[in-house]
């Protein structure tokens, strides 16, 4: 019996697993993922403005597996032997007859020890918990977001949103390494953007890094000080610790570079933002949209190797993308066609329920929209 091991049960590994469903009891697939829920991160600075309870972004992944058929181990991958074949765990070694890395991304503190112990993060359901938890007792005059990519926006825009509903004052800022927010995205994005923070008193601070954390003193570029301060850090990702220690070509956040197949070797498929596609002359971005899409395409070529079928190559289906902010003056690119205002937040929630995993899950977020009717 071929043994299968799925890295990761994001995205890209819980469609990888779905996908390898017509041949369970033939095949002996395991998914390893060192924590036990999987969160929905789309939804996560939506858990700061809108106060969508963050349980409702968790999926219990042992459940899941359960259902599906398969093995869950809660084990985290520490070392992967491509020749031998053999996954190393905190627990144990496995050997694979077929690897899936789906392992993803998480937050790339660039080596500052201090940034690591005094900022906070939104990575996960836990995160967002102890954000909201932190918003509503803690008087704070400053809110930093460090990072001014998609992910800082919105949770800017979140901050704002939730300090007006509880009739609360503080300077937002935004600090930027780079000189201009929003890096590689169009111009008229940059500058709808740039118009909707100004709208909402939010400061943009370019060519400038938060350099040190003492207390609540925040030191940004060695020029400015800001006391009691909070830092949530967005300014940047990485791939797993395992992944920096595999000698394969990579590109500078650590994604692997895959072929036409999505495949590192014969019996290596490495797929979401653990993976490094070239698309266009460029490579994809980290986006949901891709990590479903290519755990299926695995799947099925895992299959097609197994009854010894030609493999498929992936191509990639781009439907655009938003940059949600949440006094729902939102932009984004859908289907080729620019979008503005209300019409890309709706999306980006309709994309969020559709994806969101278990009827709890999706009619706990739209009750909670409902509620909140989605403004200011
Ligand atoms: C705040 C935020 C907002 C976002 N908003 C959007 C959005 O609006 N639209 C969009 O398209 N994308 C968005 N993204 C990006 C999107 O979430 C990612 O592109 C997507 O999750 C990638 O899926 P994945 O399966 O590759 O990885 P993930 O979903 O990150 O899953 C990886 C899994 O691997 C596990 N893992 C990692 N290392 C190990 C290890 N060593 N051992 C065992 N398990 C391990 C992790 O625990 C995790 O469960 C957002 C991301 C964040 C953080």
Same mark, same amino acid.
């Given at each position: 019996?071929k $043994?299968?091991?799925?890295?990761?049960?994001g995205?890209?590994? /819980?469609s990888?697993?779905?996908?390898?469903?017509?041949?369970?009891?033939?095949?002996?697939?395991?998914l390893?993922?060192?924590?036990?829920?999987?969160? /929905?991160?789309?939804? =996560?600075?939506?858990?700061?403005?809108?106060?969508?309870?963050?349980q409702?972004?968790?999926?219990?992944i042992?459940?899941?597996c359960?259902?599906?058929?398969?093995? /869950?181990?809660?084990?985290?991958?520490?070392?992967?032997?491509?020749v031998n074949?053999?996954v190393?765990? =905190?627990?144990?070694t496995?050997?694979?007859?077929?690897?899936?890395?789906?392992?993803?991304?998480?937050t790339? %503190?660039?080596?500052?020890? @201090?940034?690591?112990?005094?900022?906070?993060t939104?990575?996960?359901?836990?995160?967002?918990v102890?954000?909201?938890n932190?918003?509503?007792k !803690? *008087?704070?005059?400053?809110?930093?977001?460090?990072?001014?990519?998609?992910?800082?926006i !919105?949770?800017?825009?979140?901050?704002?949103?939730?300090?007006?509903?509880? $009739?609360?004052?503080g300077?937002?800022?935004?600090?930027?390494?780079?000189?201009?927010?929003l890096?590689?995205?169009?111009?008229?994005?940059?500058?709808?953007?740039?118009?909707? =923070?100004r +709208?909402?008193s939010?400061?943009?601070m370019? @060519?400038?890094?938060? !350099?040190?954390? !003492?207390?609540?003193r925040? /030191?940004v570029?060695?020029?400015?000080? %800001?006391?009691?301060?909070?830092?949530?850090?967005?300014?940047?990702?990485?791939?797993?610790?395992?992944? #920096?220690d595999?000698?394969?070509?990579?590109?500078? #956040?650590?994604?692997?570079?895959?072929?036409d197949?999505? $495949?590192?070797?014969?019996?290596? %498929?490495?797929?979401g933002?653990?993976?490094?596609?070239?698309?266009?002359?460029n490579? =994809?971005?980290?986006?949901?949209? %891709?990590?479903?899409? #290519?755990?299926r395409?695995?799947a099925?070529?895992?299959?097609?190797?197994?009854?010894?079928?030609?493999?498929? *190559?992936?191509?990639?289906?781009?439907?655009?993308?938003?940059?949600?902010?949440a006094?729902?003056?939102s932009?984004?690119?859908?289907f080729g066609?620019?979008l503005?205002?209300?019409?890309?937040?709706?999306?980006?929630?309709?994309?969020?329920?559709?994806?969101?995993r278990?009827?709890? @899950? $999706?009619?706990?977020?739209?009750?909670?929209?409902? +509620? +909140?009717?989605?403004?200011?």
């Open positions: 019996m $043994k299968i091991i799925v890295m990761g049960a995205f890209a590994g /819980f990888t697993i779905e996908g390898l469903s017509s041949i369970r009891g033939k095949t002996a697939v395991t390893i993922d060192k924590k036990q829920s999987a969160d /929905f991160l789309p939804l =996560l600075p939506d858990c700061l403005g809108r106060q969508i309870n963050p409702y972004l968790r999926c219990d042992e459940h899941f359960k259902r599906l058929g398969f093995r /869950f181990l809660r084990d985290e991958v520490r070392a992967v032997d491509l074949r053999a190393t765990t =905190l627990t144990g496995l050997e694979y007859d077929y690897l899936v890395i789906a392992s993803g991304s998480e790339n %503190f660039y080596g500052n020890q @201090n940034i690591r112990e005094y900022a906070y939104l990575d996960s359901a836990d995160d967002a102890r954000l909201s932190l918003l509503g !803690e *008087k704070i005059d400053n809110y930093i977001v460090a990072g001014g990519g998609y992910t800082g !919105e949770v800017v825009t979140n901050l704002r949103l939730y300090l007006d509903k509880v $009739k609360r004052k300077s937002i800022i935004i600090v930027e390494r780079a000189p201009a927010i890096g590689p995205l169009p111009e008229w994005m940059k500058d709808y953007v740039t118009d909707n =923070l +709208r909402l939010i400061e943009v370019v @060519n400038s890094t938060v !350099e040190r954390i !003492e207390g609540g925040v /030191f570029s060695a020029r400015k000080v %800001f006391d009691n301060t909070l830092v949530i850090w967005a300014a940047g990702v990485k791939t797993a610790g395992f992944i #920096q595999l000698k394969v070509e990579k590109n500078p #956040q650590g994604r692997i570079k895959v072929d197949y999505l $495949k590192l070797n014969e019996s290596c %498929f490495v797929i933002d653990a993976a490094y596609f070239s698309y266009k002359n490579f =994809l971005r980290m986006a949901v949209q %891709f990590a479903i899409f #290519q755990g395409c695995v099925a070529n895992i299959i097609n190797s197994i009854k010894g079928r030609k493999l498929k *190559k992936y191509t990639p289906i781009d439907f655009g993308y938003i940059i949600p902010m006094n729902n003056n932009c984004g690119t859908v066609l620019n503005k205002g209300f019409l890309p937040t709706a999306l980006h929630f309709i994309m969020c329920i559709y994806r969101s278990g009827l709890r @899950n $999706k009619f706990g977020v739209i009750k909670t929209l409902i +509620r +909140r009717r989605c403004t200011m």
